[in-house]
Nanobody
Framework: QVQLVESGGGLVQAGGSLTLSCAAS????????MDWYRQAPGKQRELVAA???????NYADSVKGRFTISRDNAKNTVYLQMNSLKPEDTAVYRC?????????????????WGQGTQVTVSS
């Protein structure tokens, strides 16, 4: 059974920084893409940043130049470094991982989610 455990959220003043971590635990799997999403109250879930297994990245326009996604494949962990935070970055952030497991019939890809971590940016 694979689990994603997030850490690093909290309360920070505008202009500050936070780093989120999301570690996948378990065995017998490999991880393809890893993503960070966020959802603010009353708003739709938004893809913030994505990273492929070979390190290619993609960002929402609203966070380009301020956020950096990275991963440590040896630790099955994805990070989100958030700088120059703004009050509009306040949301619950959740990681998502596309996890591949070898089955008798072939490789199957599952979509796993972390539990979410609150990020609050005060003005």
């Amino acid at each position: 059974q694979v689990q994603l455990v997030e850490s690093g959220g909290g309360l920070v003043q505008a202009g500050g920084s936070l780093t989120l971590s999301c570690a996948a635990s378990g065995s017998g799997f490999s991880i393809n893409n890893m993503d960070w999403y966020r959802q603010a109250p009353g708003k739709q879930r938004e893809l913030v940043a994505a990273i492929t297994s070979d390190g290619s990245t993609n960002y929402a326009d609203s966070v380009k130049g301020r956020f950096t996604i990275s991963r440590d494949n040896a630790k099955n962990t994805v990070y989100l470094q958030m700088n120059s935070l703004k009050p509009e970055d306040t949301a619950v952030y959740r990681c998502n991982a596309h996890i591949q497991v070898a089955r008798v019939a072939g490789v199957v890809t599952y979509n796993y989610w972390g539990q979410g971590t609150q990020v609050t940016v005060s003005s």
